[in-house]
């Protein structure tokens, strides 16, 4: 099984609505798996945040997409564990 990021791309954010230090955004990744000879690319739209207050673009945008790549490592994790096998 391959778990392969093709693109990551920043959509928006904004400014979270109650908590004024926190910035709120979505992040759009395009995957390409291979799972038993079949190969799927999809798109997943992630809901990310930050809690770096009124900082330059540059920094919120890392802060953002660092959080997304912390939520793609957890999913990879999931898709790389081994599947159990039957005895014989």
């Given at each position: 099984?391959?778990?392969e990021?093709i693109?990551?791309?920043?959509?928006?954010y904004g400014?979270?609505?109650?908590?004024?230090?926190?910035?709120?955004g979505s992040?759009r990744?395009?995957?390409?798996e291979t799972?038993?000879g079949t190969t799927?690319e999809?798109v997943?739209?992630?809901k990310?945040?930050?809690d770096?207050g009124r900082?330059?673009?540059?920094?919120?945008?890392?802060?953002?997409?660092t959080?997304?790549?912390q939520q793609?490592?957890?999913?990879?994790?999931?898709h790389s564990?081994?599947?159990p096998?039957?005895?014989?």
């Open positions: 099984m391959s778990f990021v693109s990551c791309q920043l959509m928006h400014p979270h609505r109650t908590m004024p230090q926190r910035v709120d992040v990744v395009r995957v390409r799972f038993m799927t999809y997943l739209d992630l990310v945040k930050a770096c900082a330059p673009h540059e920094e919120v945008r890392t802060a953002l997409l959080h997304a790549a793609l490592n957890k999913l990879k994790a999931r564990e081994k599947l096998v039957a005895a014989e």
